[in-house]
């Protein structure tokens, strides 16, 4: 298993360079006009996930495109008419795209774009430590590459995980959980299985600080605390609800409270706001910049989409997404396990 320092080493030595350059109204407008039109021209379809800027979700949704987590977005794709997906979002889920869907062509705004649960399991790493465990089975998270995924016997998604954990469980299985070890840590609470868990986080989730939350519910005693189980364990336990972010978002809308202190990726208020338009949502607290790098509730790769470099990709068709056939094959088999439970449930 990793250190945490030699995770955030691998975290640091990906971590974006360039800060994402602003745009002005008037060129997003014509950045936008732009995109639509190349979409009708290349037969595309634009999938973005909540986390990106709210000017990629406007525009996804304006082009009859898809907003939503990774495996919806995955799911949206495959059933799609479109030759051509444009998927804004990091890169394992342009994988998870090509992987469902591999007779169309998967395009990413940039291939830079990465996620430090991603980067923290290694496939190669990964592997070395599930040989050493062959009983157990393998589940690994939706946040992980190709590669990883064709060594699991399971691909879940945060919406999903405690059940599957909890059905193999019943089983008589033990489990080798990769790679959040907060979320690994939340499933094995919840379910009591036997759980080896390797030790990568979200670099934006694991920043939520539970004292300043506290001291937000404090000063917000009407507000319903909503977190993703990537956070720390003193996050989660402060909960009022506990999800995924589809989860958190539905759970916004159905819920009679009229303010929200929200644990997950800013991206999310778009939808949130968009959704429930009287209702307050208020970014929960993270404890203050570490030395090395700080998330402050954005994540650093789903903001390196923009509109700029979507027009590029469509006009250019670059930034393919390229995985071989062994792989894909391989990593079905984990995806398709998880999307046929998701269908008995
Ligand atoms: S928010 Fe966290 S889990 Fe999501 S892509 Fe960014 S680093 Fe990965």
Same mark, same amino acid.
């Given at each position: 298993m990793n250190s945490?320092?030699?995770?955030?080493?691998?975290?640091?030595?990906? @971590? &974006?360079?360039? &800060?994402?350059? #602003?745009?002005?109204?008037?060129?997003s407008k014509i950045l936008s006009r732009q995109?639509?039109?190349?979409?009708?021209?290349?037969? $595309?379809?634009? *999938?973005?996930?909540?986390?990106?800027?709210p000017a990629i979700q406007k525009l996804a949704e304006l082009s009859g495109g898809f907003i939503?987590? #990774?495996?919806e977005m995955a799911r949206f794709g495959a059933e799609h008419q479109a030759s051509t997906l444009l998927v804004a979002g990091v890169r394992f889920m342009g994988e998870s795209a090509?992987?469902?869907? &591999?007779?169309?062509? *998967?395009?990413?705004?940039t291939l830079a774009a990465e996620c430090s649960l991603d980067i923290g399991c290694e496939p190669?790493?990964?592997?070395?430590?599930?040989?050493?465990?062959?009983?157990?089975?393998?589940?690994?998270? $939706?946040?992980?590459?190709?590669?990883?995924?064709?060594? $699991?016997? @399971?691909?879940?998604?945060s919406s999903i995980a405690v059940e599957v954990v909890k059905h193999l469980g019943n089983q008589g299985k033990?489990?080798? @959980?990769? &790679?959040?070890?907060?979320?690994?840590?939340?499933i094995m609470r919840n379910t009591?299985?036997?759980?080896?868990? @390797?030790?990568?986080?979200? *670099?934006?989730?694991?920043?939520?600080?539970?004292?300043?939350?506290?001291?937000?519910?404090?000063?917000?005693?009407? $507000?319903?605390?909503? *977190?993703h189980p990537e956070s720390q364990p003193g996050v989660i336990e402060l909960a009022d609800v506990i999800? #995924?972010?589809?989860?958190?978002?539905?759970?916004?809308?159905?819920?009679?409270?009229?303010?929200?202190?929200?644990?997950?990726?800013?991206?999310?208020?778009?939808k949130m706001q968009q959704a429930c338009p009287d209702k307050e949502f208020i970014m929960a607290a993270t404890a203050p910049a570490n030395e090395d790098f700080a998330c402050q509730t954005s994540c650093p790769w789903m903001k390196m989409n923009n509109l700029q470099n979507i027009y590029e990709t469509l006009r250019d068709q670059t930034n393919e997404i390229k995985l071989s056939d062994q792989i894909i094959a391989k990593a079905l088999v984990p995806l398709q396990r998880m999307l046929q439970f998701n269908q008995k449930r």
């Open positions: 945490d320092r030699n995770f955030r080493k691998k975290v640091l030595k990906h @971590w &974006p360079q360039m &800060p994402a350059k #602003s745009i002005t109204d008037t060129d995109i639509l039109e190349l979409l009708k021209q290349k037969n $595309a379809i634009i *999938v973005a996930h909540y986390y990106t800027d939503g987590d #990774s495996l090509k992987i469902l869907s &591999p007779e169309k062509r *998967v395009l990413m705004p190669e790493e990964f592997k070395e430590f599930c040989k050493k465990h062959p009983e157990r089975t393998i589940v690994v998270y $939706a946040n992980t590459s190709a590669e990883v995924k064709a060594l $699991a016997d @399971w691909t879940v998604t033990k489990i080798i @959980w990769a &790679p959040d070890r907060y979320l690994g840590n939340y009591g299985v036997d759980m080896l868990i @390797w030790d990568a986080c979200c *670099v934006v989730h694991q920043e939520f600080d539970v004292e300043s939350i506290r001291q937000q519910k404090n000063s917000h005693p009407d $507000a319903e605390l909503l *977190v999800g #995924s972010t589809s989860q958190l978002l539905k759970a916004s809308q159905q819920s009679q409270s009229q303010k929200f202190i929200v644990a997950t990726e800013n991206g999310i208020l778009y």
